[in-house]
């Protein structure tokens, strides 16, 4: 049954227009009255902001051979700063390794006019709103899908390599890539840091990288560290850096 709160994404032909698309989107009615909710009632210390509080768009050029896929925006990093992994300890985190690889220009992201770029990356992510407790529905991922499935398409052209940061996102991105003609592995693969598996359809090769995620229970436990993340990071690298595959 056709949401009639979600657009057509079939007629986005580039990803700017699939950004200000999902800036509009009000499919999910939970995820919409959350971020609404947050936006209004602010955290202390940024009371004197003024919220983005709508799907938070993707971040990166349009050429890029390196994806990586999150989860969701943070309360009060994305949904408060309208960039995805902005404004957050796990931002911090992974602009820092993002940096530290030669992918990004500067290694803090606090605001969505702070002049970080990034090279040849794009991060996007499974579910386009912050959702309560960091935990969307196995609905409002399959809602938010067609938003992951059409930037796929966008991004095929040059995208070579996905990093995937945590279960959720990867438990996503197979049924999309599957979607998209790929031949995905049976039975899937099981998530875990620094797997790697190579997926094909008739005109595109990627390779998914999985990584533990940013999340502040991951690093300060030291469940993920910053030598781990690097080697993530150093083998997107050569992946989607590297010489052409040959077809």
């Known amino acids: 049954m056709m949401n009639a709160y979600l657009p057509d994404v079939t007629k986005v032909r580039s990803l700017n227009q699939l950004d200000a698309a999902v ?56 949904n408060r700063t309208g960039r995805i992994f902005t404004g957050d300890r796990s931002g911090d985190w992974l602009f820092g390794a993002l940096h530290r690889a030669g992918l990004a220009n500067q290694p803090h992201s606090v605001s969505a006019d702070d002049g970080l770029t990034l090279h040849a990356t794009r991060i996007f992510a499974a579910v386009r709103c912050a959702p309560p407790q960091n935990k969307p529905t196995p609905l409002e991922r399959d809602t938010c899908a067609q938003w992951l499935d059409r930037e796929l398409v966008l991004l095929l052209p040059t995208l070579r390599v996905v990093v995937v940061l ?8 197979w049924p999309a890539l599957r979607r998209l003609g790929f031949t995905v592995p049976v039975p899937r693969p099981r998530f875990g840091h620094g797997v790697e598996v190579g997926v094909t359809n008739p005109h595109h090769t990627l390779t998914v990288l999985g990584c533990y995620h940013v999340s502040q229970q991951n690093t300060f436990t030291g469940t993920l560290t910053a030598v781990m993340l690097d080697d993530v990071f150093t083998r997107a690298v050569k992946l989607g850096l590297g010489p052409s595959p040959v077809g």
């Open 23 to 78: 800036s509009d989107c009000r499919a999910c009615p939970r995820l919409v009255a959350w971020r609404e909710q947050v936006a209004r009632s602010k955290r202390a210390a940024f009371a004197d902001q003024v919220y983005w509080g709508r799907p938070v768009p993707s971040f990166g050029p349009a050429d890029a051979s390196i994806g990586i896929l999150g989860l969701a925006p943070a309360a009060h990093g994305g």
């Open 166 to 173: 945590g279960g959720f996102g990867w438990s996503a991105l």
